[in-house]
């Protein structure tokens, strides 16, 4: 058995409070992490509806500073980074030479010539490691910040009224920068106080719905999930886990690293081609992007099936005897009421609406694919 086999998971500044609530937790990345606390749908629910809560501090968080950190991040990342705006956010991709996905991130304008990458738990080491052997040629500084910060997301359609009834969350004009809660735009953050400490707040998430991600000091992660979740009860806040967490990124037809995405995944397969800038100069893997995957390689659609039973990871696809797909992710949506499933396909068979089946244990279901996402929120009148 491996070291990394036998070593303890690793837990949230707030695994004292999922306990005490009564979670179930599950092995996540490393992390012991809360899976549910009542039940999936009522938690998938209640982010469609009112609010949820989720612990996210097995997110991982690295600082890039320094006089070349644009010029950095424009190297080692897919998209363009040096020109986004002082707290501003962008969704970027991680390659390595082959044009493979090492990760998917989220990078913050934080400060002047300052940046924080946001990683996938699983992937924390990988993107650390990638990243500093990408440094030697520039002026920067990398620090992984992971074990000091803690991330809570509140999401739904009420999650900024939860965030204007917390108690000690405070606008500050020197954090601020003249935003409110009201006017932040999407994929963007405003420094806010908590109890006197400073807090990134940003408008991001990963639910499909409106909502915050909350960067605070570990230390504050206690009191700042007590306070949200007291403010939020009465506007029926409900805490969620990651079973709820992924109905409801499926639904929105969001990757899931190691599902959507992965070393032997080029970003065009995806439908993630628009992240990657190519006219850059240079960044790694441009050469093998720019040559592209082979013909023949799967393309990601979107896929509904017939009746109740819902398609899962590694399910065949199928046209008739030849198998021409493998289900990536799929679920029977809570929202929608039917089964929805992403899965790579054969390029001629990518097209909405072809009749196709899928193998769900020996049993062939029709499917069709349609455009992805399968759920979209009305935008707010």
């Known amino acids: 058995m491996s070291e990394s086999a036998l070593a303890p998971l690793q837990q949230s500044p707030l695994h004292a409070e999922h306990v005490a609530l009564g979670a179930a937790f599950t092995d996540f990345g490393g992390w012991q992490m809360p899976v549910r606390y009542s039940s999936d749908l009522a ?49 970027s991709l991680l390659l390595d030479e082959q044009g493979g996905i090492v990760d998917d991130l989220i990078v913050y304008a934080s400060a002047e010539a300052e940046y924080l990458v946001v ?17 030697a040629d520039f002026e920067v500084q990398l620090s992984d910040l992971t074990e000091h910060l803690a991330l809570i997301a509140v999401q739904g359609p009420l999650s900024r009224s939860v965030l ?56 504050q992660a206690v009191t700042l999930w007590r306070a949200l979740l007291a403010a939020g009860e009465p506007l029926g806040l409900v805490p969620c886990g990651l079973a709820a967490r992924d109905t409801l990124r499926l639904e929105a037809g969001m990757p899931l690293y190691g599902h959507e995405l992965g070393l032997s995944i080029q970003p065009s397969q995806a439908g993630l081609g628009r992240v990657v800038v190519t006219d850059k100069p240079r960044f ?83 499917a069709t694919v349609v455009s992805l996402p399968f759920y979209q929120r009305k935008a707010a009148s």
Request: glycine share 10%; charged share 20%.
């Open 43 to 91: 938690e998938h629910h209640a982010v469609r509806t009112a609010a949820g809560i989720f612990d996210i501090s097995h997110m991982a968080e690295i600082s890039v500073t320094g006089a070349d950190a644009g010029a950095f991040l424009d190297y080692a990342l897919a998209g363009r980074l040096s020109t986004l705006p002082l707290l501003k956010a962008k969704y």
């Open 119 to 135: 990683a996938n738990a699983s992937n924390r080491h990988a993107v650390v490691e990638a990243l500093v052997a990408r440094q």
């Open 284 to 366: 790694v893997g441009k050469a093998a992007i720019e040559a592209g995957p082979a013909a023949d390689a799967r393309v990601l659609v979107g896929l509904t099936t017939e009746g109740r039973r819902a398609p899962r990871a590694d399910y065949p696809v199928m046209l008739g005897d030849t198998e021409v797909g493998l289900i990536t992710s799929g679920a029977l949506s809570p929202t929608l009421g039917y089964p929805v499933a992403m899965a790579f396909v054969d390029p001629a068979v990518r097209e909405p609406g072809t009749a196709l089946e899928v193998d769900v244990r020996g049993t062939r279901v029709a």
């Open 164 to 219: 204007e009834a917390t108690a000690g969350l405070e606008l500050r004009d020197d954090l601020s920068r003249g935003r409110t809660l009201d006017t932040l735009g999407y994929y963007a953050a405003m420094g806010m106080a908590f109890e006197g400490t400073s807090a990134l707040v940003a408008r991001t998430g990963y639910t499909g719905e409106d909502g915050f991600e909350l960067y605070v000091d570990a230390e």
